[in-house]
């Protein structure tokens, strides 16, 4: 049994230290010294990690949102990947499970699909861009702010979704997906995508919010 199962005790209190442990780096910094870090790292769920042939664990900002993100690359390997820390503490105790997993996969790539249609189209001409930040005023409570977001309206875009899915009779574990250049869960079969596209483009309207009321609006109760 892994020391980090006794170490830690249980996944939420996992997540908070290691949380801590990569806080505590900077950008660029090689973490291959950190015992704790390369424990995980044996623990990934999908990916084969050689220890002993390591070159290095950096953390690096990781596109296409540049969140910082733990990499590593092997010694006979051009190619560095990267890793979610969360998997390997879900592994560690037992609660990884692959299908459930992979459908949160896909679900993000019908999502960045949507992204493609007319959310970007009204997005771009409702807001105006200042030093690569959006700003916009919130359609709830009237600030005027930046990092405005698009706020699918009235009707949620889990329910978008959802509908798309019962209509087409679609399985969420039978759609293929692979992550592109920029780091983006997409679709396969273009035939999906595309079709997918366009039938959200047609349910989908929009209301900018500032991110405290997108929060406190969430789905608007849709389950």
């Known amino acids: 049994m892994s020391y980090l199962k006794e170490k830690y005790k249980n996944i939420t209190t996992a997540n908070k230290n290691v949380g801590n442990i990569i806080k505590n780096y900077r950008i ?8 704790d870090i390369i424990e995980l790292l044996r623990h990934h769920p999908t990916k084969k990690i050689n220890i002993d042939k390591i070159e290095y664990v950096k953390l690096l900002l990781r596109p296409p949102y540049n969140t910082p993100s733990i990499f590593y690359k092997h010694k006979d390997d051009n190619d560095k990947d990267d890793i979610s820390w969360k998997l390997c503490i879900q592994n560690l105790f037992g609660k990884y499970i692959r299908e459930k997993s992979y459908i949160e996969d896909v679900k993000n790539s019908f999502r960045n699909e949507s992204h493609i249609g007319n959310k970007k189209k009204y997005f771009i001409n409702n807001t105006r861009v200042e030093n690569n930040s959006f700003h916009g005023e919130c359609s709830n409570c009237k600030i005027i702010t930046k990092d405005i977001t698009t706020d699918h309206y009235p009707i949620p875009y889990k329910k978008i979704l959802d509908d798309y899915i019962k209509e087409k009779n679609i399985t969420l574990s039978n759609v293929e997906i692979f992550e592109n250049e920029q780091n983006e869960m997409r679709i396969k079969n ?34």
């Open 28 to 35: 660029g910094d090689d973490i291959l010294q950190d015992k």
């Open 190 to 223: 273009k035939n999906i995508a595309e079709e997918w596209s366009t039938y959200h483009d047609n349910k989908a309207s929009y209301r900018l919010l500032c991110k405290s009321c997108n929060s406190h609006f969430g789905s608007y109760g849709y389950k």
